[in-house]
């Protein structure tokens, strides 16, 4: 995955956390394999759902219109915040996974 990810352009790092009813609904980690980047997510005490995403740019985008737009199965976003995007130089998973 790291040499196609490098062959496609820049990688990217991105922090989230989605605010509405998202919690109990999956679907992040079967989405994250399908347009191939790797990362985690974790419910929140706070009924949020916060996670890293890392990829090639273009990957990375998709999933953070995702997040934002589209979503888990019943689940309802009311916004999605990101923090931390940056270039990074190697990926730091090698999947995507739930953590606890």
């Known amino acids: 995955m790291a040499a196609l990810a490098k ?34 997510v974790k419910n929140t005490s706070q009924g949020t759902v916060t996670g890293q995403v890392q990829g090639p740019e273009d990957k990375v985008n998709a999933m953070k219109s995702w997040l934002s737009k589209v979503g888990s199965p019943s689940s309802r976003i009311d916004r999605t915040d990101f923090s931390n995007e940056k270039e990074i130089s190697k990926l730091d998973f090698s999947g995507f996974s739930t953590r606890y």
């Open 7 to 40: 062959a496609s352009g820049a990688l990217k790092s991105v922090d989230y956390e989605v605010f509405g009813r998202v919690q109990g609904n999956g679907g992040r980690e079967e989405e994250a394999r399908k347009l191939g980047v790797v990362g985690w």
